[in-house]
Every structure is written in C-alpha cells, then in structure tokens.
C-alpha cells in the first residue's frame, strides 16, 4: 500500500472519539487506509447478507461486534446510527468503530443526525503528488499528471486513465446523483459538469453557467453544491484584504482531481493538451489542490484565497499561515522568466510583504531565491508551506 498522509491524522481521531469517519470522494482509498490502520474486524455493508442481518437485528448486530470494527458503506443502514448513538454513549470510551461509505450525502445526513459530537471526521482525497513521490510512481512531467490525475486505482492497477475516469464519471452520474431528489434532469446536469470543468481556474459565473445550461442561477447554485459535498470540486474565495482597491469578489472554481477535469474537457493525449487553450487553467488546478491536500492531510481547513482587483491585478492563490501571507503566482511554463513576478510585485507594493513570502510555482525543474522573490519547481510545491 502507498503510505497515506492522512494516516496520522485519521490516529489521532480513532483515539480521541468513539466513532471515527473516513470520508472522501470514491475511490480514494478509504477502505484500504481503514484496514491498513486499524487492527479491528472488517465488515461490509455492501454484502446483501451481511446488511439484512444489521437491518433486521441490528442491536445484536452491534453487539456482535462489542470491541469494535470497520463498517464498510454504513450508509446503507440508517438505522445503524441511531443504535451506534446509545451503544457508544453507554461505552464513554474512544476508538470503537470506523465508518467508511461511498455515499457521502447519505453518509454525514445520519452522522449529524444521529452522531453529532461523538464522531471524529477525517477526509481522505486522491493522492498527493508527495505520495506518488515518496512510494517512486511520481508521473515525469507535469502533463503527464494532469492527463492520469491522482485516483490510486489509476496506479494501483495500471489502468489506462481515459478508460477509468469515463466509467468513475458515468458511476458517479448514476449513483450519486440520482440519491438528490432535486436533481431529475441527468443529461442536463452532466452538461452542466462539464462545463465546470471548462471554467477551471476561472472566477465563478453562475448566470452564465445558468445561461449555457438552461437552468436558473440559483439551481446551478445548488448543483454547485452537490459536486462540493461530493468532492467533485472545490471553490477558493477571494481575499477579503483589499488594500484601498475595488475587489472581485466571487469564488474561483477547482476540480479536486485534476485529471477528472482534463477528461472532462476531452483532452485525451499530451499533444492535444499541449495545444489546449487550457492547459494553464489545469497546470494551476494542479498546483492548487496539492495545497488543498497538503492541509486535509493534517486535519485542517486549508487557508486558502485569490486576490484580484476591478482593475484585473491578481494573484493566483494567497496563503494565510501563523508567519503571514504568502503570495503564490502559477506558471504551466517549462522556463523560468522574471516577467512572472510583475503581478507579484504589485500585491508585495500593496500589502508590504517581503520577497521572501512571495512565490512563482513553475513547469519547470529548478528551484531558486531570486530578488525578486522564490522560483518554485512544481515537482517542490510545498516548500510555499515550510
């Protein structure tokens, strides 16, 4: 098994709340970190035998696993929370059970229905590119990454990743969504998918993806939604400092998983992304969403925005830690060029920070402190968190 950062993390939690949950998008790898983890019993909802009986007899079914276990797709028993609630508030004791699912919505709907306060979440994404790196399947150049993404099947199994995420795609289409009851309209709402995916890295619009969809702003304000509590995509917000300037001030739009998107835009090779006119949009979710697992990683919420003024200055992606902000700029280019820093040297002027906080993230190998602030390879993204 590749070693997931999030272990740690997900020990801490075991050790500390009864109930420990192990969420994130399918095929993440829940269930081989849960039983790589945890030295309990393995149980899966999924076997319709093994669902009648904690359906039917749910009480024993609990009891028969009275020292704990792992609860594969617990979601698919409702009911099994509301008896988890009275079985561990009788226990008063951590690490007993660790509930994994594929079904987010219905999964945290009877969590904080039932469990609230007795449970430690921990959410697991695709993998990192410093996971990748540290088992030695680090993919050679960036566009290699943004072609294959980071799903572990993907590695796990060498399956050719066009294959994989159209079937992940349709999958997702057909089970997840069709659990929204306000989601009827499928092939609508796949259009709308893909149109997300189009708009990586870019502020979000909602009346013109309503207007492209033919849905009103505030269903595409749902479906938004949707494809955030299933781990579809992500928004980062803008900074709210604005320095005496007039700031835009809606969400940029990301795709958790980089490669998900490419397919989505129908980018099936590196000569076509090569040719794409979105090729930076993906490279810059790319580098993005490392920051985002980078944080998920350890528990907390990653502290992230943009800043960009009505005059169209920017700065792709702001960093709130305990030392100050970090500015980051992200460049797809293979070579370096100072010209990368001008955006960068007009928000340092603004906000008074130091070259040494503000960082241009690259296509490219080499990493340097420069005058004018960090070159950063993106094979070294996260020395902008060190």
């Given at each position: 098994m590749i070693h997931r950062t999030l272990q740690h993390h997900l020990q801490q939690i075991f050790?500390?709340?009864?109930?420990?949950?192990?969420?994130?998008?399918?095929?993440?790898?829940?269930?081989?970190?849960?039983?790589?983890?945890?030295?309990?019993?393995?149980?899966?909802?999924?076997?319709?035998?093994?669902?009648?009986?904690?359906e039917n007899d749910t009480r024993r079914f609990i009891e028969q696993y009275s020292d704990g276990c792992?609860?594969?797709?617990?979601?698919?028993?409702?009911?099994?929370?509301?008896?988890l609630q009275g079985y561990v508030d009788k226990q008063r004791k951590p690490g007993q059970y660790v509930l994994t699912g594929s079904s987010n919505f219905l999964m945290m709907q009877n969590i904080s229905q039932s469990l609230a306060g007795r449970v430690?979440?921990?959410?697991?994404?695709?993998?990192?590119?410093?996971?990748?790196?540290?088992?030695?399947?680090?993919?050679?150049?960036?566009?290699?990454?943004?072609l294959r993404g980071f799903y572990p099947p993907?590695?796990?199994?060498?399956?050719?990743?066009?294959?994989?995420?159209s079937n992940y795609f349709t999958t997702y289409i057909e089970r997840d969504v069709r659990l929204l009851q306000n989601i009827n309209d499928l092939?609508?709402?796949?259009?709308?998918?893909?149109?997300?995916?189009?708009?990586?890295?870019?502020?979000?619009?909602?009346?013109?993806?309503a207007s492209d969809c033919g849905v009103s702003p505030n269903t595409i304000k749902q479906w938004i939604s949707v494809l955030e509590a299933s781990y579809v995509l992500?928004?980062?917000?803008?900074?709210?400092?604005?320095?005496?300037?007039?700031?835009?001030?809606?969400?940029?739009?990301?795709?958790?998983?980089?490669?998900?998107?490419?397919?989505?835009?129908?980018?099936?090779?590196?000569?076509?992304?090569?040719?794409?006119?979105?090729?930076?949009?993906?490279?810059e979710n790319m580098v993005v969403s490392e920051f985002v697992k980078y944080y998920t990683n350890r528990g907390e919420t990653p502290p992230l925005s943009y800043w960009r003024d009505k005059t169209g200055h920017e700065v792709d992606l702001i960093l709130e830690t305990p030392q100050g902000i970090r500015a980051v700029?992200?460049?797809?280019?293979?070579?370096?060029?100072?010209?990368?820093?001008?955006s960068l040297s007009y928000f340092r002027n603004l906000s008074g920070m130091t070259e040494k906080h503000v960082y241009v993230v690259y296509g490219g190998k080499n990493s340097a402190l420069r005058s004018q602030g960090n070159e950063v390879s993106w094979l070294d993204t996260l020395r902008v968190c060190a």
């Open positions: 050790a500390s709340f009864p109930v420990t949950a192990l969420v994130g998008p399918r095929q993440s790898g829940k269930t081989v970190l849960a039983q790589a983890t945890f030295s309990l019993p393995y149980v899966s909802l999924e076997d319709p035998d093994v669902r009648e009986f904690a792992i609860m594969d797709e617990a979601q698919r028993v409702p009911r099994l929370f509301s008896y430690g979440i921990a959410n697991l994404l695709p993998f990192s590119l410093a996971e990748l790196t540290a088992a030695g399947i680090q993919p050679a150049t960036p566009d290699e990454v943004i993907i590695y796990d199994h060498a399956i050719e990743p066009r294959l994989w995420l092939r609508t709402f796949t259009t709308f998918v893909r149109l997300c995916a189009g708009r990586t890295g870019q502020i979000l619009n909602y009346s013109s993806l992500f928004l980062v917000q803008p900074y709210s400092q604005n320095f005496g300037k007039r700031l835009i001030k809606m969400p940029k739009l990301y795709f958790h998983d980089v490669g998900l998107a490419a397919h989505l835009m129908g980018v099936r090779s590196e000569g076509e992304l090569a040719l794409h006119s979105s090729r930076g949009a993906l490279f700029e992200i460049k797809s280019a293979k070579t370096f060029d100072s010209s990368f820093f001008s």
